[in-house]
């Protein structure tokens, strides 16, 4: 737009009130700032806006005189000299800042066992005849606790549980989510409640 001012970092002899124009800025992390002021009394108007790499949060801005508008750009994870580039009736204002973005963490797949449990009544609560958990990854680890100490899945064959009593299993494996399955004993059947475990 051939009126607003096309040189503002030189010195010029209209007061600073007869003029109109636009800049850019960065702003905060991520962020550039495009403020258009209007002394001249233009109105409003529309910008196109550009960046040498990254998505823009928008391609076009309409502002009105003298507003500030708030630009964000994405890029690919670590740190990139972004120019943002804003642009009307043939005249351009650009600025230049380091974008940073963080690599994701990578998310690590989770343990999920499904236990399947035979057991015959007793008349205080259950008595297990086998326990199987299915859906474990190939070299994962069980490790049963019972009454505060560790014990085998064979051990378990006949164990009698009481109504209230539980069972806990912590289930691991190098590089996955794994899971504390806890079984209680409710009447004449078992509870399941699940837990993830951090890897470690």
Not at 108 to 128: D, F, W
Request: aromatic share 4%; charged share 15%; with cysteine.
């Amino acid at each position: 737009m051939g009126t607003l001012a096309s040189q503002p970092c030189c010195p010029t002899d209209l007061p600073a009130e007869n003029v109109s124009d636009f800049s850019v800025a960065p702003g905060a992390q991520n962020e550039f700032l495009v403020r258009y002021t209007d002394s001249r009394g233009l109105g409003a108007q529309d910008f196109t806006l550009s960046a040498s790499e990254g998505q823009l949060s928008t391609s076009t801005l309409h502002l009105q005189p003298n507003t500030t508008a708030t630009v964000t750009v994405s890029t690919a994870p670590g740190s990139h000299a972004v120019t943002l580039t804003a642009s009307t009736g043939g005249v351009s204002r650009q600025a230049t800042t380091t974008v940073t973005t963080a690599t994701p963490a990578t998310q690590l797949p989770e343990i999920t066992a499904t236990p399947t449990v035979k057991s015959a009544r007793t008349k205080t609560g259950l008595r297990i005849r086998s326990l199987r958990f299915a859906g474990l990854p190939d070299g994962a680890r069980v490790a049963v606790v019972c009454m505060k100490r560790a014990i085998t899945l064979k051990r378990l064959r006949n164990k009698v549980l009481k109504r209230g009593q539980s069972l806990s299993f912590a289930i691991t494996k190098p590089g996955y989510i794994g899971e504390r399955v806890t079984l209680t004993v409710v009447k004449h059947a078992f509870t399941t409640r699940r837990v993830l475990i951090p890897p470690g």
